[in-house]
């Protein structure tokens, strides 16, 4: 079950780093909780399929182009661990990000029901009790 779960996450980042909001919403519960890591506010929560959509339409006009690039999986069962990157262009001054990002994505019967990303990785690896 696990190694499906690493899956649906993979397939949850690639529908992330291509802007499809709807991809990404296929692959979650109806009552997903999503606490973003670069939101306008740090750590604010989108909720459900709406929710998805509100925070990938804050992304698309803030950013030209916006990537998660997933560096590192850690498999715990029904939570995954993802290590990487943000890469983006901000959208008029064109300001670049990089900045780390580490995302803990819990999942039930097949789906995300609440993903967490932190811009520090030891904070994300705390969070599931894991150290480096």
């Not at 690493?6 to 009552?31: C, H, K």
């Not at 992304?59 to 069962?77: K, N, P």
């Not at 959208?91 to 803990?104: F, I, L």
Request: proline share 2%; no cysteine.
């Amino acid at each position: 079950m696990s190694q499906e779960n690493v899956e649906i996450v993979r397939r949850a980042i690639d529908a992330f780093s291509r802007g499809d909001a709807d991809a990404f919403a296929d692959l979650a519960t109806s009552d997903l909780e999503w606490t973003t890591g670069l939101g306008a506010i740090e750590g604010e929560t989108f909720r459900g399929r709406e929710g998805v959509g509100a925070y990938f339409a804050q992304l698309g006009s803030a950013w030209d182009s916006f990537v998660f690039i997933a560096e590192d999986f850690r498999d715990l069962g029904k939570v995954v661990v993802v290590l990487g990157r943000l890469e983006g262009r901000g959208r008029g001054g064109g300001v670049p990000v990089n900045s780390p990002v580490g995302a803990v994505w819990e999942l039930r019967r097949a789906q995300i029901w609440r993903l967490r990303a932190y811009l520090d990785l030891t904070k994300a690896l705390k969070a599931v009790g894991l150290e480096e």
